[in-house]
């Protein structure tokens, strides 16, 4: 399965992980590179000095390409993006903030340049300043989420045909979702909580547990009447959240809330009061694997899928 994206970063398949807070690290982006796709370094909440360790080990791991999520409102962005020029890596990601300042230097690094974006406006910005391709993300994803669908953006932004790659994100985990956004006229997919389940991923047991025992209605979005919604599975925090939310609370209150959640969520295994970010697309989550082998079935799933439709007759 090649095409342009896969020939841009050298990689087998048109498939990134997701630079997902507190669950991509340098083991997870290796095992995903190793197995054919483009693995992520994700850097949101991390120190400068954890980023360096795990480009370290994403080295020691793998020889093919792998990326960092650039999280542009990071107090230490700047320290992330001089050291992720200085090792070299082979691309990032941007999110949380406007990533066309940071296309030159990083061109000038050698490292290519894929924006996540939420709309056609922001689309249209980027493609035209020099990133080498970009991410349309829609809000079934898990994580911080925007306000248009996946497919409401894959018919928007893919009629303006841009010149540089597209990839499709928020509510991909399986092959078959792969094959549609294909179909479209997507170059690819990045997909985030697919990777939770694998054997590589740091999150804790118990966050894996709740996320295999999840179902369709287990899916709720915290923030969204402030502009700020995160999707995340149902508990204890995020039924607190939504009281005050809707109960008018101010939103440096709903701030206040949410700080700190993601990393007992993830990393902590507090699945109450903590934050459980994943995608939408939760009965098709319902094992473990070790990256190797997700990424070989979801490609012979998109195969297959993609073979089925070219005998459908309208």
């Not at 694997?289 to 490609?299: F, Q, T």
Request: proline share 4%; aromatic share 4%; net charge neutral.
């Amino acid at each position: 399965m090649k095409n342009r994206f896969c020939e841009l970063l050298g990689i087998r398949y048109p498939i990134v992980q997701g630079g997902m807070a507190w669950s991509s690290d340098g083991v997870l982006a290796a095992a995903v590179s190793e197995a054919g796709g483009a693995g992520i370094i994700g850097t949101g909440g991390r120190t400068t000095e954890w980023v360096a360790e795990e480009i370290k080990k994403a080295k020691n791991l793998t020889n093919k390409p792998f990326g960092i999520n650039l999280m542009l409102m990071a107090p230490n962005v700047n320290e992330i993006a001089d050291l992720v020029c200085k090792e070299k890596v082979a691309f990032i990601t941007t999110g949380a903030g406007n990533p066309v300042p940071w296309i030159e230097p990083m061109h000038k690094a050698g490292i290519k340049v894929i924006p996540v974006v939420p709309n056609v406006k922001l689309a249209k910005r980027i493609a035209t300043s020099g990133a080498d391709a970009m991410v349309i993300e829609g809000m079934e994803g898990g994580g911080h989420i925007g306000t248009l669908t996946t497919m409401a953006l894959l018919s928007n932004v893919l009629k303006e045909k841009f010149s540089i790659p597209v990839l499709a994100a928020g509510g991909i985990s399986d092959g078959r979702a792969m094959a549609a956004a294909l179909l479209m006229g997507a170059d690819g997919v990045q997909m985030g909580s697919r990777f939770l389940l694998t054997t590589e991923c740091p999150i804790h047991e118990k966050t894996k547990e709740m996320i295999v025992k999840a179902t369709d209605t287990d899916s709720v979005v915290t923030g969204y009447s402030r502009n700020m919604g995160v999707r995340c599975l149902k508990n204890a925090f995020t039924q607190k959240y939504l009281e005050a939310e809707t109960s008018g609370a101010p939103k440096e209150k709903l701030m206040e809330l949410g700080t700190g959640t993601s990393r007992m969520g993830m990393k902590e295994g507090d699945i109450e009061n903590g934050s459980v970010m994943v995608g939408e697309s939760l009965n098709v989550l319902n094992e473990v694997l070790p990256c190797k082998d997700i990424i070989e079935k979801i490609i012979a799933d998109a195969k297959a899928t993609l073979a089925k439709g070219a005998y459908i007759e309208l």
